[in-house]
């Protein structure tokens, strides 16, 4: 009976799982499980101990046990069980279509060996919403957190601790659960966003590709460059002018949008503007023009209409899905990792492209130091100081924007305050640590002070040029690449509950058809009711019609659309 029942899991795990499977297969079964019957004829299995026996589940009713998590913690969204034991807590949760996925964490390989050599799990284990992490360390579990949850799909995240278990590992449960929430918060990041730019990144995209499929660098520096600076629009830039001047003969400069207008202003043109943000605020930044001998980089998903306010407007790729489906399907563009949220780290993404042997930055301040947002000659001195009223100063101005922003932390500096916030802290975060792992030397003229690694003390990351030549113009034209787009989208199968399942049924490139809309069904929850927020494949329907009907507009501009 017990080698019938293992074989008989190992077959489903091996189909659902096959590395965990081989695991167990190496591993040696732990003789200290015993197994008992409840009152009810259940089997339970339970740890001798210290002179004692510690049951995993109820000895009376365990079924009845499971019913009352399942009172507790029941609805639609992602579930963690901290604790298996013979999963008689989860089983209720399978019965509900609305929960996405559930994540069985646990420790010790013989106990799980043990525990599927006597007792019959084929259900769960090949339920296609349910994986198992045994004996993974907290940055495994955080890893498979962060490629597999989706908040839009999912909905919330929720633990629970099967408490026979999660005590007698606690150190371990404990880390795993620290682990859990700092993943967490990097997921909610990228999710808020998504939240709010979803629908905005998706319709610039869509506007930005019958220019983007024919646009080219202008500039040819696109080699290994010595000394590469940076310039952010921190405070501090206004006081290192002749810092930046001393060194910006034998530098390449690359600068951020909102700190072109104060490089210009005094006399310092840069070899590069680069632009991430996909809200009209950016065409402030080049109101005054732009010199057609520097180019500017700019997001596919940034406004469109910046390619109208110069005429040397060329389009990198963010890690955006639909952004990565436009470079493997329609033309190769330069990619930048946006995910530090800011441009300065976009910025250090494309200088540590082309080798840098020095790195200098300017105005990285990320913080409000001194009490100003931005250096002179920034975009928002001229839009206050044209609001400026008798009772409404420009000064004024400057103190709502900084405490909008709440959980403001004020610290002296030099004589004044500066304020910082919990975002800019963590963009400093990502910023540094971006520029840790690269190993080049930097030199900072700014508040922020990452600490500068040598080549000599770490092996310095290679760019590749090829990653900055844009290729020949896409081979077919926007119009029929969005057609054929929309087509395919047209193509899914009808979205059905539970999800977990539909997408297993999916081949690779459905797949990848839903994931390019993820951020836009993100943004579309933001104004749906719950309940269709809680039914996925409504929302993931409702995503689908609004993509073809935007693709159905903008290919009408640019000729007639036959998409079927």
């Known amino acids: ?9 190992m077959l489903s795990l091996s189909t659902c799982n096959p590395k965990l499977s081989a695991k167990v297969g190496n591993a040696e079964e732990n003789n200290s499980i015993i197994f008992n019957e409840s009152r009810d004829g259940i089997k ?3 740890l001798k101990s210290g002179g004692g026996i510690k049951h995993f589940h109820s000895i009376i009713n365990p079924l009845k046990e499971g019913e009352k998590y399942y009172s507790l913690y029941s609805g639609h969204g992602y579930y963690i069980f901290l604790g298996m034991g013979a ?3 989860i089983y209720p949760f399978l019965e509900d279509n609305s929960i996405t996925n559930i994540l069985v964490i646990d420790k010790d390989m013989g106990t799980f060996k043990s525990i599927l050599k006597n007792i019959d799990l084929c259900r769960i284990i090949i339920d296609p919403r349910v994986h198992f992490l045994i004996d993974e360390t907290p940055e495994a579990v955080s890893n498979y957190i962060k490629n597999n949850y989706m908040p839009i799909l999912d909905g919330d995240l929720k633990t629970i601790n099967l408490g026979s278990r ?6 371990y ?13 990097k997921v909610a990041d990228d999710f808020s966003a998504q939240y709010v730019f979803g629908k905005t990144w998706f319709k610039n995209m869509l506007f930005n590709l019958s220019h983007a499929g024919k646009s080219e660098l202008s500039f040819n520096t696109v080699r290994p460059v010595e000394n590469i600076i940076i310039t952010g629009a921190g405070p501090s830039l206004e006081s290192e002018m002749d810092n930046l001047l001393k060194i910006r003969k034998d530098s390449f400069l690359i600068a951020s949008d909102t700190s072109f207008p104060t490089l210009l202003k005094s006399g310092i043109k840069p070899d590069l503007i680069l632009s991430i943000d996909c809200q009209q605020v950016s065409y402030h930044h080049f109101i005054n023009g732009v010199p ?7 997001d596919l998903s940034s406004p469109h209409i910046l390619k109208n306010l110069t005429g040397n407007v060329s389009y990198f790729a963010s890690g955006h899905p639909f952004s990565q489906y436009i470079v493997n399907r329609f033309r190769r563009f330069i990619q930048l990792d946006t995910s530090g949220g800011n441009v300065s780290h976009a910025a250090l993404s494309l200088a540590l492209k082309l080798s840098p042997e020095n790195l200098y930055l ?3 301040d990320f913080a409000y130091s001194k009490g100003k947002p931005y250096a002179r000659g920034t975009y928002l001195y001229p839009y206050f100081l044209s609001r400026q009223k008798r009772f409404s100063t420009e000064e004024g101005s400057f103190f709502s924007m900084l405490f909008s922003s709440g959980n403001i932390i004020k610290q002296p500096e030099e004589g004044r305050f500066t304020y910082d916030t919990p975002l800019l802290s963590r963009y400093a975060s990502h ?8 190993g080049v030397k930097a030199v900072s003229y700014s508040r922020l002070k990452p600490a500068g690694i040598s080549t000599a003390e770490k092996q310095k990351t290679k760019g590749s040029t090829l990653d900055l030549m844009n290729p020949d113009p896409a081979a077919v034209s926007s119009k029929d690449f969005l057609k054929q787009y929309a087509r395919d989208l047209l193509g899914l199968p009808e979205p059905c509950l539970p999800l977990k399942r539909y997408f297993s049924q999916l081949n690779f490139e459905e797949k990848d058809l839903w994931v390019t809309l993820f951020p836009l069904a993100a943004s579309i929850a933001r104004t749906s009711t719950d309940e269709i927020k809680r039914q996925g494949n409504i929302l993931l329907e409702r995503t689908r019609k609004c993509a073809v009907e935007w693709i159905e507009k903008i290919v009408n501009r640019i000729g007639s659309l036959n998409i079927l």
Do not use: W, Y
């Not at 999660?166 to 150190?171: A, G, I, K």
């Not at 057609?292 to 700019?298: A, C, E, K, S, Y």
């Open 44 to 46: 339970v299995p339970s």
């Open 292 to 298: 057609n001998d520097i180019p500017v980089l700019t």
């Open 173 to 185: 449960f404990e880390s795993v659960l620290a682990s859990i929430k700092m993943t967490l918060a």
């Open 87 to 89: 999963c008689h807590h």
């Open 362 to 364: 300017f105005g990285i």
């Open 166 to 171: 999660f005590n007698l590992f606690p150190q």
């Open 1 to 9: 009976m017990g080698n019938t029942v293992f074989e008989r899991n």
């Open 431 to 438: 910023f540094s640590a971006l520029l840790s792992k690269s």
